[in-house]
């Protein structure tokens, strides 16, 4: 390497690292990266311009850290400098930015990550007043040190510090050590917002959250409590995306004026809470399961959700009806209450009606002794609780015993047609015997007029001689003598046959 060559990296650990260099990188071109590590005291760098990354590690002794000529930065990570109090970049400019929403200032590639620097009391960054990604953890307490930053798309946040002037966040998450009053007076909106630890009543601002709300891992006693602190609850009015409150610890999560929710609520694993939504009116999911000593609360202005899951000790003071004004659910409710008091008649009713389509309601002392069940597969077509639709599998049997009804009268009809036809030829037998053959032949057999026929009295039937009675001689027809008797008056008229004209 030649005098005035500027290296890719540089390893600092001490002011002679600096000062006996045989480099120079004080042309705007340079990307370098500096490495300060195991370093003490106070470090003056004033041979860069620019610069990619300067990170600062494993240093607790480093006391002050300045590069007074250093014009454009894209990352600065310092961590674990215990006992660092001052940062010194007078001269940083924003370099390239980027568009926010058009109604607020755009961020800079600028990116801060400081952790472990609890003396930290004094920082200037020139005319930077934006930054893509700010996270600040342990350094410092009720400290101003950013309050002339106006934009960033991520900030991050463990410990107090003061925003008065940030107009523009994406991304916001705060840890708590404490109960600090984060200020964000003029920040009316953020995409996403994480409270961790965190008292959200001491937050300065109302803000809307456009996507998700996270408020977790949070313990506030009232031995620790803030008592010069604002009153005055954040005005979450909308949240677009999941609200989703967890293993917060005596805390009071009132979200009084939280009208819609485009996603989930989810309340879970929270101790000895008091909740409120007092104002929500619809939801895509409401979970609120496993809440020790946490009353879960009635729901006055909710009127749509997809589902509801409630499981624990369900407040009873405003009576059984929990959901006053719902209009429908389309999915399914299921109630698991631990206190035997609940009552689950109210909700029975709002299943009758249509407005809940599927219902499971366990009035408990805990969460096996069930004393109500209502268990449901649809939605009643009427308000009597004994009617209800046919399964498909009701149907099918229904559709199965039609056909076998009919089958059964289809064969029935079949044999009483074939019956008929040979009680038919039964009779016809019966009543026309064959005549005997004459001639060689058969004489014609014609089957009788069912319509002459008739009963009557064998005495007064006249019948022709069969032709045996004349025989040939010579050719003369020798007709027998009768006998004197053989005529003899009959002692009834013959009657005659119908149909016989």
Known sequence: MTTGECPDAVYISSQADIDHGNFTCNSSDSAVAIYI?????????????????VDVQDSPNLESLSLPNLSTLSRLRINNATSLSNISLPHLTPGLGLLTDGNSPPVSNVNFNITG???????????????????LANSGQYGDLFRSVV??????IDGCFDFSDVQFVQNLQITGDGFCPYTFRSLASVQNLTLANVDFRYL????????????????????????????????????GSDVNVTANSNAELLFSQLTTIGGNLIIHSNTNCTLGFDQLSDVTALSMIDNMNTS??????????????????????????????????????????????????KLV????????HNLVCNGTNNTTDISTTVPTTGPMANSDPTSSTLSQGAWAGIGVGIGIVVLFLVSGAVWLILRSERWKREIMQKITPDK????????????????????????????ELPDEHRSEAGGEAIIAERPNNYIRELPVPPVELAGSR
């Open 37 to 53: 590590r195991n370093a003490a005291g106070n470090l003056d760098i004033r041979r860069f311009v620019s610069v990619e990354t």
């Open 117 to 135: 620097t609890p003396l930290l009391s004094s920082i200037t960054f020139g005319n930077l007043s934006s930054f893509f990604s700010l996270s």
């Open 151 to 156: 934009s960033v798309y991520n900030l991050v």
């Open 204 to 239: 300065s601002s109302s803000l809307r959250v456009n996507g998700s709300l996270v408020v977790e891992s949070s313990d506030y006693s009232t031995d620790n409590s803030v008592t010069n602190g604002p009153e005055d609850v954040p005005n979450f009015s909308t949240v």
């Open 296 to 345: 879960l609360p009635w729901f006055p202005m909710l009127q749509r959700a997809d589902n509801i899951h409630l499981r624990g000790h369900i407040d009873t003071s405003s009576g059984p009806n929990l959901f006053p004004v719902l209009t429908v659910v389309p999915g399914a409710v299921t109630i698991e209450a631990w206190n035997a008091d609940f009552n689950c008649s």
């Open 349 to 356: 009713k709002q299943y009758q009606d249509g407005i809940i």
């Open 436 to 463: 005997p053959e004459q001639g060689g032949s058969k004489a014609e057999i014609r089957p009788p007029n069912l319509d002459v026929l008739c009963e009557t009295d064998a005495t007064g039937i006249i019948r």
